[in-house]
């Protein structure tokens, strides 16, 4: 069974530092990649960063440079580092990855339970 585990939320201090890591978990034939997405409230989810099997990375408008997204040091993981949040940056964050599940064989979306983030002082 694939599980997305997140860890690393909480609150921040605007100009502090964050950091997210996910795991995931079971059987895979192929992750094409995985990155992280936020959803703040009465907005849409949208692309925070991730990062693809061959490396390179994608970042949604505005957080590259403050953000950034790298492989973890455990297979099959991703962190997310949060540099300098803003209040706006204040969402719940959520783990996605983008694989083919040795089981089925088929290209899925898989989505962690999603970790609150709050900057505030």
């Known amino acids: 069974q694939v599980q997305l585990v997140e860890s690393g939320g909480g609150l921040v201090q605007p100009g502090g530092s964050l950091r997210l890591s996910c795991a995931a978990s079971?059987?895979?034939?192929?992750?094409?990649?995985m990155g992280w997405y936020r959803q703040a409230p009465g907005k849409q989810r949208e692309l925070v960063a991730r990062?693809?099997?061959?490396?390179?990375?994608n970042y949604g408008d505005s957080l590259k440079g403050r953000f950034t997204i790298s492989a973890g040091t455990t297979k099959n993981t991703v962190d997310l580092q949060m540099n300098s949040p803003k209040p706006e940056d204040t969402a719940v964050y959520y783990c996605?990855?983008?694989?083919?599940?040795?089981?089925?064989?088929?290209?899925?979306?898989?989505w962690g339970q999603g970790t609150q983030v709050t900057v505030s002082s």
């Open positions: 996605n990855a983008d694989a083919v599940p040795a089981a089925t064989m088929l290209r899925t979306d898989y």
């Open positions: 079971g059987s895979f034939a192929r992750i094409n990649s």
């Open positions: 990062i693809i099997s061959d490396g390179s990375t």
